[in-house]
């Protein structure tokens, strides 16, 4: 196994990585939406979702990886009400690519976040 951190992304808080390399895969660990310059959350579902994919890409390519490489997301909504502005930011982003994926609506999520997304990917 190999231990991934990205500083194109914010340092994890607690005991975690990034990512972790097995074998052929990545495997991202949940990324809540901090924009990485000033840690801060988007004031909108639209702008929480574009940074947290914007994250996992950004570890995904500190993996050797990329979007189009992913194989799995798993996708936490604090509010499923708000689930059709998260699909549509994630449709544009990952355009023709259509890993699996689940959605998992929950009540709240750390920080206040509204979104946060982890995922599994292959590796070159």
């Known amino acids: ?10 340092t994890p808080a607690g005991h975690y990585s ?3 390399i097995s074998g052929q ?3 991202v660990s ?5 924009a990485p310059d000033t840690h801060e959350l988007a004031p909108d579902i ?3 979702a574009l940074q947290a994919l914007k994250n996992v890409e ?3 390519l500190a993996s050797g990886s990329s979007l189009t490489q992913l194989v799995s997301v798993q996708i936490y909504i604090a509010d499923i009400g708000l689930w059709p502005q998260v699909d549509e930011v994630y449709s544009r982003y990952l355009q023709r690519h259509r890993p699996a994926r ?3 609506p929950c009540s709240k999520l750390h920080y206040g976040a509204l979104v946060e997304i982890s995922a599994v ?3 070159n």
């Open 102 to 104: 689940v959605v998992v």
């Open 58 to 60: 950004a570890i995904l």
């Open 25 to 27: 895969q990545v495997y």
């Open 1 to 10: 196994m190999r231990i991934i951190n990205s500083p194109a992304v914010t």
């Open 46 to 48: 639209a702008g929480q």
């Open 30 to 34: 949940g990324q809540l939406p901090f």
């Open 121 to 123: 990917a292959e590796i």
């Open 18 to 20: 990034h990512a972790v």
